[in-house]
Nanobody
Framework: EVQLVESGGGLVQPGGSLRLSCGAS????????MGWVRQAPGKGLEWVSD????????NYAASVKGRFTISRDNAKNTLYLQMNSLKLEDTAVYYC???????????WGQGTQVTVSS
């Protein structure tokens, strides 16, 4: 079955950096676009970033553009999210998501907590 396992979350100070990883299995990883979404406490899901199957095209939410970088290593079936210049508003559970043949996602990981606090 499809499995997406996030790691790398934790507690970080404002202005700090963190790199999230997502190990994928159970599907042909290099055939699908992948993304990251997040959910702040008491809030709904917010799309963060997406990367195409080949890893040569990316998109970002305005709230993270210029600070976050999404990337993937198809040989390792791994997705990454490099987060720099972290802000208090970035505090959320971050989920790795598998894309469909279309623009949407159909599977999500268990999530990893990112807490930005001084």
């Amino acid at each position: 079955e499809v499995q997406l396992v996030e790691s790398g979350g934790g507690l970080v100070q404002p202005g700090g950096s963190l790199r999230l990883s997502c190990g994928a299995s159970g599907f042909t990883y290099n055939a699908y676009h992948m993304g990251w979404v997040r959910q702040a406490p008491g809030k709904g899901l917010e799309w963060v970033s997406d990367i195409n199957s080949g890893g040569d095209s990316t998109n970002y939410a305005a709230s993270v553009k210029g600070r976050f970088t999404i990337s993937r290593d198809n040989a390792k079936n791994t997705l990454y999210l490099q987060m720099n210049s972290l802000k208090l508003e970035d505090t959320a559970v971050y989920y790795c998501a598998k894309g469909t043949a279309g623009p949407q996602y159909d599977y999500w990981g268990q999530g990893t907590q990112v807490t930005v606090s001084s």
